[in-house]
């Protein structure tokens, strides 16, 4: 039943942060839109921006996101071995 909750409230958080990075990249569009007086022009700096900083986190993603991840799970399931072995 936690892990069930731990779960649900992990994808919702996912999901939320998502939504919230999608409405904050709308507004800045707009914003910058406003400001250079041509809203395409906004959109197309925003979605230039979005698409190299997913580029750049796709190149890295085994530095930045696999390593990390995999080193915590490592961690954590040999100290559990070494709290049993106690």
């Known amino acids: 039943m936690f892990f069930a909750s731990l779960l649900a409230l992990i994808?919702?958080?996912?999901i939320g942060?998502?939504?919230f990075l999608v409405?904050?990249?709308?507004?800045g569009a707009i914003v910058l839109g406003q400001w250079l007086e041509s809203f395409w022009?906004?959109?197309l700096i925003v979605g230039g921006i979005v698409f190299v900083v997913g580029l750049v986190l796709w190149i890295f993603k085994d530095r930045l996101i696999r390593k990390p991840i995999m080193?915590?799970?490592?961690n954590v399931m040999f100290d559990k071995e070494e709290d049993?072995?106690?």
């Open 11 to 14: 994808i919702f958080s996912v």
């Open 17 to 19: 942060f998502f939504l």
């Open 23 to 27: 409405l904050i990249c709308i507004a």
């Open 41 to 43: 022009l906004g959109f």
């Open 71 to 74: 080193n915590v799970l490592i």
């Open 84 to 86: 049993e072995k106690d």
